[in-house]
């Protein structure tokens, strides 16, 4: 979590003059709640539970949040774009490739950040008692690479390419890639149908540590693959650490984070943006709890948002609450 320097607080600084006359004489009491639809992700996953948590805290406040469940980051740019939801959650690397206009998306995405609120750690699982022990082993070997449409998909794809595993030219096999989602990825681990599966969240996943109460697992290290992934994707990708005792780890396992960001629409007025920023700091404890474990949100990690613009009614926020 680093301070994101001059440029940072000139955005701030232009985003406050921009939303001062949207805010104006807007007050905790006055008119009824805004609803808002949240486009979250599938049925179970970290970012349906952070929607549920967002969507209790924020009973009887200014705003009504509604989570839509989705198959999470890809699908949630493509629906926050085209209007029919009014916020969304997804990771840095999918929002700055909607707003950027970069592959899967055909278009600039007219999208905001209203907060950078935890970070994905990428998880590379593999059976301990199986023959794959780095990410070339994968070769010609069925691998689950996240849902149709989610992060993890992005990530994992991008990895696999890094690693020339998706016959691409001349090189090793490609990996057998599955689109499947984590409940589905976890039963085909179990029952051999995957050699290994991907999952980008955060720590721990409750689901893998129930997977690794059932069956032995070995976490494959991915930090070699950060340099390279900044180099072509930018600096939405860092070096994090699994650390030990997680999973049953007995040592850490250095891998690749990502950001996920909660996102906007611009036609989301200023006033309900902030009355959802003061939800979200004031009940962060609630909304991460399901999610990830030993973190805090601080604003200088949640104005952090990269290529995403911060929309106005954050930025008002951010510098009339903490004056930055």
Not at 5 to 22: P, S, V
Not at 41 to 47: E, I, L, Q, R, W
Not at 215 to 222: K, V, Y
């Amino acid at each position: 979590m680093t301070d994101t320097g001059d440029g940072r607080r000139r955005l701030l600084r232009a985003g406050l003059a921009a939303a001062a006359t949207a805010l104006a004489g807007c007050t905790a009491d006055s008119g009824p709640a805004r609803r808002l639809r949240l486009a979250t992700g599938p049925h179970g996953g970290p970012y349906n539970a952070f929607g549920l948590a967002l969507a209790r805290a924020a009973a009887g406040s200014r705003v009504e949040i509604v989570p839509v469940e989705t198959a999470a980051s890809v699908d949630n740019l493509r629906r926050l774009d085209e209007g029919s939801v009014d916020l969304a959650l997804a990771t840095a690397d999918v929002a700055e490739d909607a707003v950027l206009g970069r592959e899967p998306f055909p278009r600039r995405a007219a999208v905001t950040a209203l907060a950078r609120v935890y970070v994905n750690y990428t998880h590379l699982l593999v059976p301990a008692a199986g023959p794959v022990h780095a990410v070339p082993d994968l070769a010609g070997r069925p691998v689950a690479a996240g849902a149709a449409g989610s992060g993890v998909q992005v990530v994992a794809g991008r990895i696999l390419r890094a690693a020339g595993l998706t016959g691409a030219g001349a090189g090793p096999a490609p990996a057998d890639v599955r689109q499947l989602g984590l409940a589905e990825s976890a039963a085909a681990l179990r029952t051999g149908a995957v050699a290994a599966f991907f999952w980008s969240g955060g720590v721990p996943t409750p689901a893998l540590t129930e997977l690794a109460r059932e069956l032995p697992l070995r976490f494959l290290a991915l930090d070699g693959h950060v340099g390279p992934l900044r180099e072509r994707h930018g600096p939405v990708y860092t070096a994090v650490t699994l650390p030990a005792g997680a999973y049953g780890l007995t040592g850490p396992v250095g891998t690749l984070g990502v950001g996920n960001y909660l996102l906007a629409r611009d036609a989301v007025p200023a006033a309900a943006a902030s009355a959802l920023l003061r939800v979200v700091f004031d009940r962060w404890r609630d909304l991460l709890r399901e999610v990830t474990a030993g973190v805090q949100l601080e604003p200088r990690f949640a104005i952090s948002t990269g290529e995403v613009p911060l929309h106005p009614g954050a930025t008002a926020h951010y510098r009339s609450v903490f004056g930055r």
